[in-house]
């Protein structure tokens, strides 16, 4: 009979995030993560469908977020600009889980099925972006591009954030970003 | 034993596509195509890995045609412009292989593993042009956030060639892809 256990989301994904890191991700056993969770392998599955479900439960509600805030910006706001202040809204949840995205990317950098899988899940956030974009109005072309610019943008903004140990504010870090994807980009 | 097949290659590959348009990637067995191509399943696989290679087969000498034309490009050249010089230099590859480039994204559209391989691809790209243009002495951030904007390029650029039936100059669709990615990321 199952008993209500509290947390038990957050336990599991800690002690997962801690197996992975000490033994590496494919070395991880189900049974393990539950066991240093003080819990059982069916408790484990009654959050996560699997070992890299761990890594990737929040992408959905990411995605979410940034789709959402997408919409709500101001109809005068250029596409770039509801972009970009979607990302930096994002700062909150990152800053609040600044050691759980440690250790989470320092998993995926480690791992080549995990590193894909980021990628595709990046990908998968810019296909929803630039739809959220072409209902607003704007052309197809540009849709996607502003969105794959605004993923790069992410991504850089992310890297810096990792690689400054997580100090920065990542809202500042994104418009840094934007400002070095122009001038990267910019004709002379 | 084995003999000389004049164009095994390009047989074996032209019979792949057909198959794959006509049943479905999934469905289509290496010993139909080698069928249909006139030759073994032996001779199949002295020239492609598996299914999936006959698609993805010209991804390396891409990558080494960029990295190489990027290299090549002038000191005095922004990081910007050697790459989407470098882009603009695939045109003949491309132009050259219309209707198999067509096929080819027709069967990679319609196969989710398919899509997320050359999502893996394009990543892979990305991130070996990065490496280039650091060796060109570019700052890491500089070089990731050019890279990924001379991918967000290619794949508006090839986008709209494949829209618009391949009909148009590639390296002209670079051009007006990077001046639209200019133009959407413009602060105003």
């Avoid at 890191?21 to 699997?50: M, N, Q, S």
Wanted: glycine residues 4%; negative net charge; proline residues 2%.
């Amino acid at each position: 009979m199952a008993r209500w256990e509290p947390n038990a989301r957050d336990r599991l994904q800690q002690a997962a995030l801690d197996l992975y890191a000490e033994h590496g991700f494919e070395e991880t056993t189900v049974a393990e993560i539950a066991k240093r969770a003080g819990l059982t392998e069916r408790t484990f599955f009654r959050y996560f469908a699997d070992k890299p479900e761990v890594l990737f439960s929040g992408a959905g509600s990411l995605q979410e977020f940034l789709v959402t805030r997408v919409a709500q910006a101001p109809a005068s706001a250029a596409p770039i600009d509801a972009v970009a202040s979607a990302l930096e809204a994002t700062a909150a949840f990152f800053q609040e889980r600044r050691e759980f995205s440690a250790q989470r990317q320092a998993v995926i950098d480690a791992n080549a099925d995990l590193r894909e899988r980021e990628l595709i899940k990046l990908a998968t956030l810019s296909s929803a972006i630039a739809e959220q974009l072409r209902r607003r109005g704007v052309s197809d072309r540009a849709a996607s591009l502003t969105a794959d610019a605004g993923i790069a943008v992410f991504k850089a903004a992310f890297g810096r954030w990792m690689r400054e140990l997580a100090q920065q504010d990542f809202a500042k870090l994104i418009r840094e970003s934007l400002e070095e994807l122009r001038a990267v980009t910019a004709s002379y």
